[in-house]
């Protein structure tokens, strides 16, 4: 059997992609491995960005493998570490991961696209929540990101009736960052990629940690949070050779040289 994810590099962008077709269903084994990518992306110092894309065919991912779950496989299967996708419950994962929907993101082929920091969608994608058609409901994150990415009301909406969302809709919403034409879906996102690993690594961790730690807080609780010393990717990058460098640079009139220190 090929493996489930391959995984490509071009300097500090890191591409994984699902490679099971024909729906890029996601079992077990498939969870395992996306886990895999993601934690090697996570500890290589020399990566900044990822993209996660499901290829090129008709399908992100369609979520949850039924045909698993017919030969046995409980909806509620340990998925290993990262939860279901490898990605949903990966807590620990301080860089940016931008989602290449390619097309249909079904179930937990949507909440996998939720767990990442960002959304470029191809005009042929489609997003829906559909656990509660099966008699379950989106519990590898879906129930929880989506209501606080769109309105409540539109989460309920998507989460009750398992109803799809078309691009231009998500993108009405704010869910996506932009919706292209299918052919010029990998061009888009990586030149979004290359932009935002053309930045200082450790000002990229300490924003998504910061982000992480106070989008539950008001703006004053928030600043308090931060400037305790409790984030330590946002201490870490204040008193990095990098916070020196890219003044130094500018002044300089030259592109910054980061360490990632």
Same mark, same amino acid.
């Given at each position: 059997?090929?493996?489930?994810?391959?995984?490509?590099? &071009?300097?500090?962008?890191?591409?994984?992609?699902?490679?099971?077709?024909?729906?890029?269903?996601?079992?077990?084994?498939?969870?395992?491995?996306?886990?895999?990518?993601?934690?090697?992306?996570?500890?290589? #110092?020399?990566?900044? *960005?990822?993209?996660?894309?499901?290829?090129?065919?008709?399908?992100?991912?369609?979520?949850?493998?039924?045909?698993?779950?017919?030969?046995?496989?409980?909806?509620?299967?340990?998925?290993?570490?990262?939860?279901?996708?490898?990605?949903?419950?990966?807590?620990?994962?301080?860089?940016? !991961?931008?989602?290449?929907?390619?097309?249909?993101?079904?179930?937990?082929?949507?909440?996998?696209?939720?767990?990442?920091?960002?959304?470029?969608?191809?005009?042929?994608?489609?997003?829906?929540?559909?656990? !509660?058609?099966?008699?379950?409901?989106?519990?590898?994150?879906?129930?929880?990101?989506? #209501?606080?990415?769109?309105?409540?009301?539109?989460?309920?909406?998507?989460?009750?009736?398992?109803?799809?969302?078309?691009?231009?809709?998500?993108?009405?919403?704010?869910? !996506?960052?932009?919706? *292209?034409?299918?052919?010029?879906?990998?061009?888009?996102?990586?030149?979004?990629?290359?932009?935002?690993?053309?930045?200082?690594?450790?000002?990229?961790?300490?924003?998504?940690?910061?982000?992480?730690?106070?989008? #539950?807080? &008001?703006?004053?609780?928030?600043?308090?949070?931060?400037?305790?010393?409790?984030?330590?990717?946002?201490?870490?990058?204040?008193?990095?050779? &990098?916070?020196?460098?890219?003044?130094?640079?500018?002044?300089?009139?030259?592109? #910054?040289?980061?360490?990632?220190?």
């Amino acid at each position: 059997m090929n493996n489930p994810v391959t995984t490509k590099r &071009d300097g500090a962008v890191f591409e994984i992609t699902l490679d099971r077709p024909k729906a890029n269903a996601i079992n077990v084994a498939t969870s395992q491995a996306l886990y895999a990518a993601f934690a090697e992306f996570r500890d290589d #110092p020399t990566l900044s *960005v990822a993209i996660l894309s499901g290829g090129e065919g008709r399908f992100f991912s369609a979520g949850w493998d039924l045909k698993a779950g017919a030969e046995g496989e409980a909806v509620d299967a340990d998925h290993g570490r990262g939860g279901f996708a490898g990605l949903t419950e990966f807590w620990n994962l301080e860089k940016p !991961v931008i989602a290449a929907v390619n097309g249909l993101a079904f179930g937990g082929g949507f909440e996998l696209a939720l767990a990442a920091d960002l959304i470029i969608a191809a005009d042929t994608a489609e997003f829906a929540l559909t656990e !509660v058609t099966l008699g379950i409901m989106a519990d590898a994150g879906g129930v929880l990101r989506l #209501p606080k990415r769109i309105p409540l009301p539109i989460a309920m909406e998507m989460l009750m009736t398992g109803r799809r969302m078309s691009p231009d809709e998500a993108a009405r919403w704010g869910l !996506v960052n932009k919706v *292209v034409p299918k052919d010029q879906l990998m061009q888009e996102a990586r030149a979004l990629a290359a932009t935002i690993a053309a930045n200082a690594p450790l000002a990229l961790k300490a924003i998504k940690a910061v982000i992480k730690a106070t989008l #539950p807080l &008001d703006v004053k609780d928030g600043y308090a949070l931060m400037r305790s010393g409790a984030i330590p990717a946002y201490t870490a990058m204040l008193t990095s050779e &990098d916070a020196l460098e890219g003044p130094l640079a500018f002044a300089e009139k030259r592109k #910054p040289e980061w360490k990632g220190r």
